[in-house]
């Protein structure tokens, strides 16, 4: 057609179907040529996806950590009576499981076996140590960082193991008194921890009972309990369980 059309334009000059059919082609060839292209499909685009980097773990966030600490004690003199002090020193060992509750809380419960001397040897009349064994719990307070520093508290009951005698005076005699370290047993400390080592300074008391009563003794002419009271420099090591 596209011939015909080339040839009635440049042969037949005044031919009526001249322009109808050269239009014709025309369009034909527009047609033909719209239906040769190749189809472009829409293709969709994938979903967009955003990249959000991961939140850092906090190294100073040990909650639910567990440690068993492995401890040694050494109490000091309480100069000056203070505290009601009635052991000038004394000695402990022994363990607690730790729990940390939150990155500035934890939880403990532990025994030690403590002894407790005096120099005065007219206090004690038999044998330089009494001995019992406290089972306590404990509260700690702690700051973040690799090096800590922390407060805690201790509250528990002590178990007696054995029982000296006490000479309490009683006018110009001295009486003497079974006597055992049982009942309440207290402490408080402030420290500072660091890669697992624990190094803290503080005071504890623990009940002196009459034996053979199992009542608190008092001192002479006053009411004022007999209690060993000191102030001790403690040591211990914590070793994670989990």
Do not use: W
């Not at 001249?18 to 025309?26: N, R, T, Y």
């Not at 040529?33 to 829409?42: D, E, G, I, L, V």
């Not at 979903?47 to 004690?73: K, M, S």
């Not at 001995?131 to 960082?145: E, K, L, Q």
Request: net charge positive; charged share 15%.
């Amino acid at each position: 057609m596209i011939l015909v059309a080339f040839y009635l334009l440049f042969t037949k000059k005044n031919h009526p179907m001249k322009k109808i059919i050269l239009i014709l082609v025309l369009a034909l060839s527009v047609v033909l040529s719209a239906n040769a292209q190749p189809h472009r499909r829409h293709r969709a685009l994938p979903p967009r996806t955003y990249h959000v980097a991961p939140t850092p773990p906090d190294i100073f966030d040990n909650t639910g950590d567990i440690r068993l600490h492995v401890a040694g004690e050494i109490g000091f003199t309480d100069i000056g009576g203070l505290f009601m002090h009635q052991a000038p020193y004394h000695y402990s060992a022994g363990c607690m499981v730790e729990y940390q509750t939150s990155r500035c809380l934890s939880l403990g419960l532990g025994a030690d076996f403590y002894g407790i001397r005096h120099i005065n040897e007219k206090i004690f009349t038999s044998g330089n140590y009494l001995n019992c064994v406290p089972i306590y719990g404990n509260v700690r307070v702690n700051t973040t960082g690799f090096t800590k520093f922390f407060a805690e508290l201790q509250l528990g009951y002590a178990i007696p193991t054995n029982q000296i005698s006490l000479g309490q005076p009683e006018g110009t005699t001295i009486v003497q008194i079974p006597t055992q370290a049982k009942g309440f047993y207290s402490g408080a400390a402030v420290g500072i921890s660091f890669y697992g080592n624990n190094v803290s300074v503080g005071f504890n008391s623990i009940d002196i009972i009459n034996a053979e009563t199992h009542q608190p003794l008092y001192h002479n002419g006053s009411n004022r309990k007999v209690m060993a009271t000191d102030f001790y420099l403690r040591y211990s090591y914590a070793f994670p369980l989990n």
